[in-house]
C-alpha cells in the first residue's frame, strides 16, 4: 500500500490521486475556480470531534494544502436546541491538535442568519418559496414516498404578498413553534424526495447560543450549507456520502438565487469495527455513565484519543492509509493500532515500570549497595539519548514474569531457572516464598557478579530478558489499562442482543498499582513513554505529584500484521 493509501482506490490513469483531488485537478486545469482550492470543515457544535470528524479534518485541511489553498473553519450552528460553546472550544482545541490551521477564518452558520434571511424573501418574492401551515406530521404524510409522489399543500399556491406577510411574522415571533413553516416551491412528484419541496425555515422559540433571542425561526441544513458555502467562496465542498440526494437541492438554491456557486462532491463516511461513531450514541456513552466523560481514553472521540496517547500523526497516517472512497465500508480497528504503534515505536523513549509487581530480593548482592547502569531511551536511535537507572539489593519484577511451574518454553524466571534482568545482570531464583493464600510474596534469587551489562560471561545461553526496577528509588503510579469498549465488531447490529449500549464490555479498564523507574520522575502530563514489553502509555491529566497515572494508549502486540498475514 502506498503511504497515503491511494492505490486502492485510486482514479483510473491517475494512480494515486483520490477522486476527489483528480476532480480538484480538472477544475484546476480547466481554470472554473480561477485556480482556487477552498475548503471547509463545517462541525456542529452539539458534541465533540470523533475520529470520523477527522477523516475530514484530514480530507479538508490536507487537500486545500496540498493544493495551496485555504480551509475555514465553520460552525454549523443552526440548532439552537442541542448547541454549546463548550463543544466550540473543543472542536476548536480538537482541529488545531489534529493539525488543521484555519488562521483566522473561523465562521459560524449564525452570522449568516440577517443574509439567509433576506434570500428567504427574494425566493418568496421570485414565486419559489411559500409558507405551509401544514403540521410537521401533515408534511411527512404528504411528502411521499421513494415509490409515490409527494401531494401539493393546500397552501402552495398563496400569493407571494401573503407569504411574505406570514414570513415576516413569523420572524417577529408572532406564531408558536410548529406552527408554520417555510417551504422551497419545487416539486412533489420528484423522484428525489429532497427535492419535494423541502422545508427551509421553522419556528423555534429557542436562545442560541450565539445569537441569543434575536431570531425565532431558524433556516435548516440544506438550505443553510450551501448558502454558507457560497457566501465564503469555498469552491469544493466536501460530505460524506449520505448528502448525495441532497446534492440537487444544494444546487437548486444556488441556481434560484442565482449566487456563486461551489461544488459538492461527497465521500464515504469512515467506519470502524467495535466502535461506535455518531454523536448521538457518544452523547449516549456519556450520559448513561459507560464513561467518565467525552475525554474517557475509551472514546473514539479526539479528546479521548489524546488524553489516551494517541499522536496526532498516528492519525493523520490512519486517515491517509484509509483513502477515499466513494462507497461505505468498515476499516478494521487494528489499523488504527498499527498506525499508533508504528509512530509511537520510533518516536517514544523506552522506560521500565513494573505494573503488577512481585518483590525479587538478590540475596548474595550487598546490602546497601547501589550501581547505576546506563540505558538508552531508543535501542535505535541514539538521538534519544539516555539515563542512569539504579539497581539495588531490591528489585521488583512482573508477577507474570515468574511462574512456580514453568510450562514448556517458558524462558522467564522460575525455580532455579536463570533470566536476564534487562541491561543489569543475570540472576537464578533461588525460592520463592509465598504468603498465607498460596500467592508469591518475594523471590529469593542469586545474581552472578560477572555478568554485569547482562553478557553472559561463559557463552551460557539464558534466553530470558525482563524488567526490573528497584524498589528502593521506584516512583508509585496508577496504571489503567484500556481495552476496547466493544468487543462485537458492530455494535449495536444485532437486534436480540438489545442495543449497542447493551454491547459495551463490563471490564474495559482495569487499574493497577505499579512501579516505575525513577527518570519518569520528570514525565509531564501528555508525554508518551513505552514502557518495556508492555506496551505505550501517557502521562494523564489526573495525575498528582505523590500519584502519577499513566493510560495505556496501546499494548505492543500487533494484532493487524498478524490479521493482515491471514487475509494476505
Ligand atoms: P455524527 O453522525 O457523529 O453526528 P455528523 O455528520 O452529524 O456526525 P457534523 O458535525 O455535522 O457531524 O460533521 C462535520 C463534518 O464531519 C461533516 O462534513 C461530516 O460529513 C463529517 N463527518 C462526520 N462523521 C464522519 C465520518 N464518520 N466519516 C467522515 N466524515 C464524517
Ligand atoms: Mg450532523
Do not use: D, I, T
Given at each position: 500500500m502506498s503511504k497515503n493509501g491511494n492505490d486502492k482506490n485510486g482514479t483510473p490513469g491517475r494512480p494515486g490521486v483520490d477522486f476527489i483531488r483528480a476532480r480538484i485537478q480538472d477544475d484546476n486545469a480547466s481554470g472554473r475556480f480561477g485556480g482556487r482550492v477552498h475548503t471547509r470543515f463545517p462541525p456542529e457544535p452539539n458534541g465533540c470531534l470523533h475520529l470520523g470528524h477527522a477523516k475530514s479534518i484530514c480530507l479538508n485541511f490536507g487537500v486545500a494544502g496540498e493544493f495551496g489553498g485555504k480551509c475555514n473553519l465553520r460552525f454549523d450552528d443552526t440548532n439552537p436546541a442541542k448547541e454549546e460553546t463548550e463543544y466550540v472550544d473543543s472542536i476548536r482545541e480538537d482541529v488545531r491538535w489534529l493539525g488543521g490551521d484555519w488562521q483566522e477564518r473561523e465562521f459560524y452558520a449564525s452570522d449568516y442568519f440577517e443574509q439567509l434571511y433576506a434570500y428567504a424573501e427574494q425566493l418568496i418574492r421570485m414565486g419559489k418559496a411559500y409558507v405551509d401551515d401544514l403540521s410537521a406530521d401533515e408534511i411527512r404524510e404528504y411528502r411521499g414516498t421513494l415509490t409515490e409522489p409527494g401531494r401539493e399543500s393546500p397552501w402552495r399556491s398563496r400569493s407571494m404578498e401573503e407569504n411574505l406577510d406570514l414570513f415576516r411574522r413569523m420572524r417577529a415571533g408572532e406564531f408558536s413553534d410548529g406552527a408554520r413553516v417555510l417551504r422551497a416551491k419545487i416539486d412533489m412528484a420528484s423522484s428525489n424526495p429532497a427535492m419535494r419541496d423541502p422545508t427551509l425555515y421553522r419556528i423555534r422559540h429557542a436562545e442560541h447560543h450565539r445569537t441569543g433571542k434575536t431570531w425565532c425561526i431558524y433556516p435548516l441544513y440544506d438550505y443553510t450549507h450551501c448558502l454558507s458555502d457560497s457566501l465564503e467562496g469555498i469552491t469544493h465542498s466536501l460530505c460524506t456520502l449520505e448528502f448525495a440526494n441532497n446534492r440537487e437541492l444544494y444546487d437548486w438554491v444556488l441556481d434560484a438565487l442565482n449566487v456563486y456557486h461551489p461544488q459538492q462532491i461527497e465521500f464515504a463516511r469512515l467506519n470502524l469495527t467495535c466502535t461506535v461513531l455518531s454523536k448521538r450514541r457518544l452523547i449516549q456513552l456519556v450520559e448513561s455513565g459507560c464513561v467518565s466523560g467525552w475525554d474517557d481514553p475509551r472514546m473514539p472521540t479526539l479528546s479521548g484519543l489524546r488524553r489516551r496517547g494517541v499522536p496526532p500523526e498516528a492519525l493523520r497516517e490512519f486517515c491517509a492509509r484509509v483513502g477515499l472512497a466513494r462507497v461505505n465500508s468498515t476499516v478494521e480497528v487494528a489499523m488504527l493500532e498499527f498506525c499508533i504503534r508504528e509512530y509511537l515505536n520510533d518516536h517514544a523513549p523506552r522506560v521500565m515500570a513494573v505494573l503488577d509487581p512481585v518483590k525479587v530480593i538478590i540475596e548474595n548482592y550487598p546490602k546497601g549497595q547501589v550501581e547505576t547502569f546506563e540505558m538508552p531511551y531508543h535501542p535505535e536511535d541514539a538521538a534519544f539519548g539516555s539515563r542512569n537507572v539504579p539497581f539495588s539489593r531490591e528489585l521488583y519484577i512482573e508477577r507474570d514474569d515468574f511462574r512456580a511451574n514453568p510450562p514448556r518454553k517458558y524462558h522467564r524466571l522460575a525455580p532455579d531457572a536463570e533470566v536476564r534482568l534487562r541491561y543489569a545482570y543475570l540472576i537464578t531464583c533461588r525460592e520463592a516464598v509465598l504468603d498465607e493464600t498460596g500467592k508469591v510474596r518475594e523471590l529469593r534469587c542469586m545474581y552472578d557478579?560477572?555478568?554485569?551489562?547482562?553478557?553472559s560471561p561463559d557463552g551460557r545461553r539464558v534466553k530470558g530478558t525482563i524488567h526490573w526496577v528497584s524498589a528502593a528509588h521506584a516512583l508509585p503510579a496508577t496504571m489503567r489499562l484500556y481495552e476496547q469498549?466493544?468487543?462485537?465488531?458492530?455494535?449495536?447490529?444485532?437486534?436480540e442482543e438489545g442495543t449497542f449500549l447493551d454491547n459495551v464490555t463490563p471490564d474495559s479498564l482495569r487499574c493497577t498499582r505499579g512501579w516505575m523507574e525513577p527518570a519518569l520522575a520528570d514525565a509531564c502530563v501528555g508525554d508518551r513513554v513505552q514502557f518495556e514489553r508492555l506496551g505505550y502509555f501517557c502521562k494523564d491529566r489526573e495525575s498528582t505529584a505523590e500519584m502519577p497515572v499513566f493510560n495505556r494508549t496501546v499494548t505492543l502486540r500487533d494484532s493487524w500484521a498478524k490479521l493482515e498475514k491471514r487475509e494476505g
Open positions: 557478579p560477572q555478568s554485569r551489562g547482562g553478557r469498549l466493544f468487543a462485537v465488531a458492530n455494535p449495536g447490529e444485532a437486534p
